[in-house]
């Protein structure tokens, strides 16, 4: 069974064996003033997602500095963005405020998602254990992980693990999720394409 434990940070780290998480400023988080300076295919993921989610409220999982929320809510979504790091928070208050995004400072495995639709980029390869957050889901969900078969693991500091389109299919399913589609994108500059075996894989599915 699943056994949740306390965190705390430390030279950078959440201290939790669930979690591979890095501080603002360790070079593996997207980290701007401006939706400019964050790199085009994170970026480009959260403008995809326009397309694919419907309006109404939609709930941005470890959403970091928050760049994505404000994506979305530029686009006339309301938006729940869940961050572990209270920098990373108060960062994206400063920097990406909008009237249609409330961020909260929660850990995933705690987090009420509600049945509203959930994007989860950037999040899952950080968990040692995913299922239990994918569980929580009840409804859409746009999540992507980096592909093994392109992306090898090798030992990242914040990744606990890389999933080949095989292997997250069957972690979605596990969660109860049907998947609906695939897309992917080829470089970390990319466009996010349909049915692409790039160097980030993305889900589109549902409960």
Known sequence: MYKRQSYGWIDGYCLCRNLRIPRLRQGERQ???SIEGIRADHVNRYTWAVNHLPKGTVVDAACGIGYGSWV????????RGIEIDP?????GNTHYAHR???RQCKDLYDAN???DPVVMFECIEHVENPLPILEKCNGLLLA???NEDVFPYKNYA???RHYTKTQFHDLLNRAGFKVD???GQEGPESEVEENVNGRTLIAVAHK
């Open 31 to 33: 980290v701007s003033p």
């Open 72 to 79: 979305l809510a530029n686009h006339g979504f309301y938006v």
């Open 87 to 91: 920098e990373a928070v108060e960062y």
């Open 100 to 102: 249609n995004v409330y």
């Open 113 to 115: 998602f509600g049945v």
């Open 144 to 146: 992507s992980v980096p």
């Open 158 to 160: 914040f990744h606990y």
């Open 181 to 183: 589609a695939w897309y």
